[in-house]
């Protein structure tokens, strides 16, 4: 079902390393064509152009694409008491945590009458994606949201595909999470087009060119991310989710076979990576995979993705090998399944979120933990980061000198201008000083 990789008596290095296990082929160049074409239609033909693409890949055009807010008020008081208490639970928990990612502002005086305060603006206004597809993502809603709101912007619209299941509408649960959080500009249009509309805007609906376009999405969505960017900030280019896990022989083999699962079983792409230094327990994770693969109810769907080029078990001599491995792939999710987690993740550095211990599973991040479930994939965490309040901030340096400040510096604003063949940068400064 998985296959093995047995690095134990090699040393392979860092490149080496990244290649080891395949990810999944998602070639977001080779989508751009195609969403760049669906973003030129939505500009020229609008409202028209989201209709056809509703039909094509969506299963029909929804009625209205802009929602009224009725209906969304209607779904909130539609939501289940269940969904809506752990819903409330989860804004709670996320809002507490975001709050924690804004930057204070800070003063910096690097001479006497000379300081740069440091200060973080949240964009005007942003366009928030939802996917749909394979599932239901209210979850999404609220980590898109909720760091936006704590960022201090003013201004959210939300799109999400229209769903045949549900009369072409938007899926209940979907705009019941909007209504929760007091968004009621939600839009029923999906894909490309979606992402093109948010970044454009389409008078006829009233929907304002946004700021920053963020959430996840298929692989049309990420190229037109890629294709908007420039003209709109972006948050990531959203790839199949990942999930490592590094364990040692005091790991309960049923527990990481679980979590493995639970990340094959978002598509046939997804990357579920066990890395131990037990043979033992490697054998035991890959008798619990087949036992309760065979139980799950997306059973088709996680044995593909268990079984390709992008899932593995990988055996190394030690966990210090095992956290370079992890460095190298990057993964989305890291999860430590160790004697002593806290000791190994002061080892590893690259990964989107580290879930720390038997009882911290990606599934907790992904409702409940409080930390943010969009996250860098596809070795994307050696540089980039989750949706967070920072994502929706700008960092703004303000200048202020008085007239001995500048004074002070003036002779070196000349030497540095005049040796860059820019004089009058050193003119603007003496011209305050003539008498």
Known sequence: MIQTIDLRGRRPTPGELRALVHRAEVDVS?????????????????????????????GGRASTIRVDPAAITAAVARLPKQIRAALDEVVSREQAASRAQ????????????????????P?????????????????????????????????????SPPQRDFEHGIHP??????????????YAMGGAGAIGAL????????????????????????????????????????????????????????????????????????????VTDSPELADAVRAELERQVAQTSARDRVVIALGGPQSAIVLVDDLETAARVSDAYAPEHLEIQTADPGALLDRVSHAGAIFLGTYSPVSLGDYLAGSNHI?????????????SAVTFLRPQQ??????????????????????????AHGDAVDARFRA
């Open 375 to 387: 996250l860098p994939t596809g070795g994307t965490a050696r540089f980039a980061a989750g949706i």
């Open 199 to 274: 970044a454009y805007g389409i008078p006829s609906l009233a929907l304002d060119p946004v700021d920053v376009v963020a959430g996840p999405g298929n692989v049309y969505v990420a190229a037109a991310k890629r294709v908007v960017q420039g003209d709109v900030g972006i948050d990531a280019e959203a790839g199949p989710s990942e999930v490592l896990v590094i364990a040692d022989a005091d790991a309960d083999p049923t527990v990481v076979a679980a979590d493995l699962i639970s990340q094959a079983e978002h598509d046939e792409s997804a990357a579920a990576v066990l």
């Open 123 to 159: 964009v005007d206004r942003v366009g928030l994606y939802i996917p749909g597809g394979k599932a239901v993502y209210p979850s999404s809603v609220v980590m898109n949201v909720v760091p936006a709101q704590v960022a201090g912007v003013g201004s959210i619209a939300l799109a």
């Open 398 to 423: 303000v200048v202020s000198y008085d007239a001995d400040a500048l004074r002070g510096v003036a002779h070196h604003i000349r030497a540095m201008s005049d040796a860059e063949h820019l004089p």
């Open 102 to 121: 804004v930057p204070a502002p800070a003063v910096t005086r690097v001479a006497p009458g000379a300081q740069i305060t440091q200060r973080w603006q």
């Open 30 to 58: 080779a989508a751009i064509p195609v969403a760049a074409d669906l973003i030129r239609d939505v500009r020229e033909r609008g409202t028209i152009a989201l209709d056809e693409q509703a039909d094509r890949f969506d």
């Open 173 to 186: 649960l979907i705009l019941g999470a909007a209504g929760v959080l007091g968004v009621d500009e939600v």
